[in-house]
């Protein structure tokens, strides 16, 4: 069985002030981890994922996520938080070989001017 | 490149009225899967289907629910009757599966109102 936690269901951040959305998941096997955007209205962009190598990994609009097997983490990071960044954000898990994902139940993040 | 196209964007119908909901995947992809998104359960998929043979449809809320894909580029989603509670926003995603973390690309989604 697989699951994502995410914690918080809404950040609020200054503008330029760092972003951190924190992302656990549970697995059998190390498994392949993702991170969508949502804008108002939209559906969801890929930000960025891991499958294997590298455990940081770099995404678009400068964002970036780090894989910790120890903690079963997969944590989305940004140094500096920019008003076009509000969005809700989901993590989502998938194991090698499946073709499905499961997501997080999301994280609506505010940036405030 | 076109990504996943849904049609219709919105739609308000009335309780017990047929919703045909309508998905083109990417061009190439051989997975297509359907979610929804409501506030009280988030997003959860509905059915998904490889080279157009549908895999696992266990998300399907009730046999009121019908979904199909004739053919590699084209599938639809269909509620009948609906129910205000069907109320929600409805996804349709493409992927090429492969065995390498493949990327699922979402649409724009379909906005459904039951009143």
């Known amino acids: 069985a697989q699951s994502v936690t995410q914690l918080g269901s809404h950040v609020s951040v200054s503008e330029g002030a760092l972003v951190l959305l924190r992302c656990n998941y549970s697995s059998s096997v190390p498994p392949y981890l993702f991170w969508y955007v949502q804008y108002p209205n939209q559906g969801l962009q890929l930000l960025l994922k891991y499958t294997t190598g590298a455990t940081l990994v770099k995404g678009i609009n400068g964002f970036e996520a780090e894989f910790k097997k120890s903690e079963t983490s997969f944590h989305l990071t940004k140094p500096s938080a920019h008003m076009s960044d509000a969005a809700e954000y989901f993590c989502?898990?998938?194991?090698?070989?499946?073709?499905?994902?499961?997501f997080g139940t999301g994280t609506r993040l505010t940036v405030i001017p | 490149d076109a990504g996943v196209i849904q049609s219709p964007r919105h739609e308000v119908t009335e309780m017990g009225q047929e919703v045909t909901l309508r998905c083109k995947p990417i061009?190439?992809?051989?997975?297509l899967f359907w979610y929804r998104q409501t506030m009280m359960r988030g997003l959860e998929l509905l059915i998904y289907f490889n080279n157009n043979v549908p895999i696992d449809d266990s998300g399907m809320p009730e046999d009121r629910f019908s979904a199909k894909m004739p053919n590699a580029s084209f599938s639809t989603l269909k509620i009948q009757p609906s129910e205000p509670r069907d109320s929600a926003v409805y996804f349709c995603a493409s992927s090429l599966r492969d065995s390498s973390g493949n990327t699922i690309y979402f649409g724009e989604g379909s906005w459904l109102t039951v009143v």
């Open positions: 061009s190439g992809h051989n997975s």
């Open positions: 989502a898990v998938r194991q090698p070989g499946a073709n499905n994902l499961f």
